[in-house]
């Protein structure tokens, strides 16, 4: 609960923020843009991550899905976004924000999506359902305080053949095996950020399997990310000074710390972005 309560007022006092100042637009996106081929603006890089796993999510269950639930979904951006290419759908969104689901309701009544999306205040770890045939994490599953955790509610949420789409930032080899250098970085932004863990990628396989899941598909999405914008080399210079005087109980700062570390251990090679789609076993 304590785990909760500071994430959830770490979104209550960034969520403006980052919907104010990242470029996002009608995205509503809370999540790292993505400049794949033919993406020309900031608002199409952040609804990249959508079109991904419309195309997981098509392909591996042979039709659209019915049932969606989004755990850790932001402000709505991503329901939003597949809401038109999946009109009979049943969509539900997870936040532990109190700020951001008024936020989602609110742009559900704007954009007449009420009957369809709807919000709910709760810690994703204790979703329980066994119905939705697609569930999608965007840079949320590291919240849980395991990947065991989080794919364990998962799992019982999903019905059986349902799949799930994980988007997240991986290390790319065990933290037992990381240097010192890169552990005090990991440290600042998994603190900074209020993470619960930081997997790498043959752990999470290595949960999903004995919660239950087989891995149908694997993407390497860190090329897609640009790491030199203005903001990022910002951060390099506000990060360790707000880390270094002790501000990272308070969460903009805290954003700062995390941010900066995140960027330097993908410029070092030790963390990915990753796409991970999985199946649930009957």
């Not at 951006?77 to 609110?106: C, D, N, Y």
């Not at 988007?167 to 037992?176: A, G, I, K, N, Q």
């Not at 970085?185 to 603190?191: E, G, N, T, V, Y």
Request: charged share 25%.
């Amino acid at each position: 609960m304590m785990t909760g309560s500071r994430v959830a007022e770490y979104y209550d006092a960034n969520t403006r923020r980052f919907l104010a100042v990242g470029g996002s637009g009608a995205a509503l996106a809370i999540h790292r843009p993505l400049w794949a081929e033919g993406v020309s603006t900031p608002a199409q890089a952040a609804a990249h991550v959508n079109d991904i796993i419309r195309t997981q999510a098509e392909r591996h269950l042979g039709r659209a899905p019915r049932r969606v639930l989004d755990l850790g979904c932001g402000v709505g951006g991503s329901l939003f976004h597949l809401a038109p290419f999946w009109p009979e759908a049943e969509m539900t969104g997870i936040t532990i924000s109190a700020v951001q689901r008024a936020k989602a309701e609110a742009e559900a009544t704007r954009r007449n999506l009420s009957a369809r999306c709807r919000f709910l205040r709760a810690d994703f770890t204790e979703v329980r359902g066994s119905d939705a045939d697609l569930a999608m994490a965007i840079e949320s599953h590291v919240h849980a305080q395991s990947a065991a955790a989080f794919l364990d509610a998962a799992a019982s949420a999903l019905a059986t053949g349902g799949v799930l789409v994980i988007v997240d930032d991986m290390l790319r080899r065990p933290e037992t095996d990381l240097t010192m250098a890169e552990r005090r970085w990991l440290d600042r932004f998994r603190a900074g950020w209020r993470l619960g863990h930081v997997p790498d990628l043959d752990g999470l396989q290595a949960a999903a399997d004995c919660a239950g899941f087989d891995r149908l598909d694997l993407q390497d999405l860190t090329p897609l990310i640009r790491l030199d914008r203005l903001r990022d080399r910002a951060l390099h210079l506000a990060g360790p000074v707000a880390h270094r005087v002790g501000l990272n109980h308070w969460p903009i700062f805290a954003n700062m710390i995390g941010g900066d570390a995140l960027t330097r251990l993908y410029k070092m090679g030790t963390m990915g972005y990753t796409c991970v789609t999985l199946r649930k076993r009957g």
